[in-house]
């Protein structure tokens, strides 16, 4: 139930819905129920699962974007856009940042930004992040 229950924070924490699962993480390490390397597994899919789930809402949202009820401005997306064509695909390692990550990965589909290049950035990205996290809990205990 702990692994599940890391998987769902992980996935929901990676869309554009707000969940912290660095919490759900942290506390599953100072338990020390499970391996952390699973811990780091079961994490790291959520998160790029909910990465990968942005990228396809924005790779095929486009084609509503002239409906009135369309979520974002034309002003919004152009920004986005902009911000992404300027970095490019360097800029995903940055998709575990608090408020632009999520969106960096929105624009990434929009952007048409190749799947393979997406999956593996991200998950170098996320991953390096929460090797991070348990490292500085480990070394405060």
């Not at 702990?2 to 819905?17: C, E, H, P, R, S």
């Not at 509503?64 to 992404?84: E, L, M, N, T, V």
């Amino acid at each position: 139930m702990d692994l599940l229950a890391l998987f769902l924070t992980a996935l929901v924490a990676a869309t554009l819905l707000p969940a912290q699962s660095e919490i759900v993480l942290g506390a599953l390490v100072v338990a020390g129920t499970q391996p952390v390397w699973l811990l780091l597994a079961v994490a790291t899919t959520g998160n790029v699962l909910g990465s990968c789930i942005n990228w396809a809402l924005g790779r095929f949202m486009m084609r509503y974007a002239s409906h009135k009820r369309f979520p974002f401005s034309a002003a919004q997306i152009d920004r986005a856009q902009g911000w992404y064509a300027r970095y490019g695909w360097w800029s995903l390692f940055f998709a575990w940042a608090p408020i632009i990550g999520d969106p960096l990965t929105l624009a990434a589909g929009t952007m048409k930004e190749p799947f393979w290049r997406f999956v593996t950035i991200v998950t170098l990205g996320k991953l390096g992040r929460y090797i991070a996290l348990v490292a500085a809990l480990q070394a405060a205990a």
